[in-house]
């Protein structure tokens, strides 16, 4: 079993039962023959310039009593490095479009401050800037993904960018990236071509960005990246279909390479619900929204196949996750929200569902990596706490670059009043090591579902487990019980000649992990 899967020494188990399995729901492993890669791009992630996300979060400064690397705390970039997190989004959300990246490059005391307009109307001093994000990026091995001005920006601006951070010959913008203390470039591979183009990025229409992104896309050069730069559109929100197709029709293919989807799980912009204080019913309408994922990656898919059989353009689920009103006295323009149980059935259930469209889906970011919307680490002064969400991560990064094991299976329904929900999601994959890893979410409140798996052909000898639950859905952890929800060893299931029998407990998420 990797080291990373449980930190707290796993336990090897060899199980041999002879009993007579009976089980409710039998999964079934379709042919693993042509099965995708699951693209490590999926477990990726997104800081914005909001609220407590880089200021108060990643970055404290040079000179904080906090231990730092270059400003940025460094208990959040060991447990980011715990996560193996494959790429971090910057620097918005709404905020990119209205960034000037020359504000944040040079002379600390010489920075231009700006009003970051839409989120709290705070100040911004441009202390956290080009250079820190890049040189996080590489301490944290991770790829970053710029998402470029388009809606107050220019095309000169973002054209120079590029060739800032990835030039090594002598240019212009490479001179004054050496002038500012670096002499190689950082190879900047994947950039966003503006943000929510039909809303905070400039509120236009799909022919009218289709135009502006071509445009832009013709200056940015590919030069010292290897295979060129990876460009993504600016993609729908929601059930945006004709947004979609209107991109995927005007813009030819070799100018792009993947096309974005924005779906948080939010009941009602209007009355989001308590973060934590939630009952059953907005429990089931969040489950509701967050199951919408999978419709609208069908659908976009579906429109995506009709201009590019051979799946050359990615989808990009470049915003996801869970959203609710602020925590109870903090600035509601922060978006700082608790994380509990209930994110981590969104975890685990979206996780699921991207590894099973892996064929298209190339790329996920959660939002929002610290102290934002679902975030995976919060932090209050000196302390830092893992959130339910981070350790649903931990415990699926396993599928990072895997190859998909499809599966097939009629999930039991999660009942409530008059409607219902399939309760469960899996998705298996099958590691370079031959490793198999099984992951379930059942997001039911009340009832286990018991399932049973014919593995024989995989000739499994050792299967072992981790289970994320607890007593409540509003369960948390705080800064004065961080430890309250952690993954823990799971041995409660049998297998038997290659037949597995496993109850998934109400509201769980637990990976298997099956060894030759
Ligand atoms: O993640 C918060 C905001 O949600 C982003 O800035 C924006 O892109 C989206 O609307």
Redesign the pocket.
Known sequence: MDKHFLKSGAILILVGFSQLISAQTKIEIVSIENAPIISKHIYGH?A?H?GRCIYEGFYVGENSVIPNSEGVRIDIIEALKELQIPNLRWP????ADTYHWMDGIGDLEKRPTIVNT?WGGVTEDNSFGTHNFLNLCEELGAEPYLSGNVGSGGVQELADWVQYTNFKGKSPMSDLRRENGKEEPWGVKYWGIG??AW??GGNMRPEYYADIYKKYVTFMSDADVEGGIYKIASGASNDDYNWTEVLMKNIPKNMLQGVAL?H?SVIDWGAKGPDVNFDEETYFKTMKESWLMEELIVKHTAIMDKYDEEKKVDLIVD?WGGWYEVSEGTNPGF?YQQNTMRDAMIAGMNLNIFNNHADRVKMANL??TVN??QAVILTEDEKMILTPTYHVMNMYKVHQDATLIPLSFDSPSYNFKEESLPALTVSASKDKNEEIHISFTNIDTKNGSTVSIDLTDLKLKNIMGAILSSESLQDHNTFDNPNKIEPKNFKDFKFNKGMLEVTIPPFSVLVLEGKK
């Open positions: 997104f914005e909001l918005g959300g709404c905020f839409w943000n929510e809303g905070c924005h948080y915003e978006l939002a929002q934002v919307l």
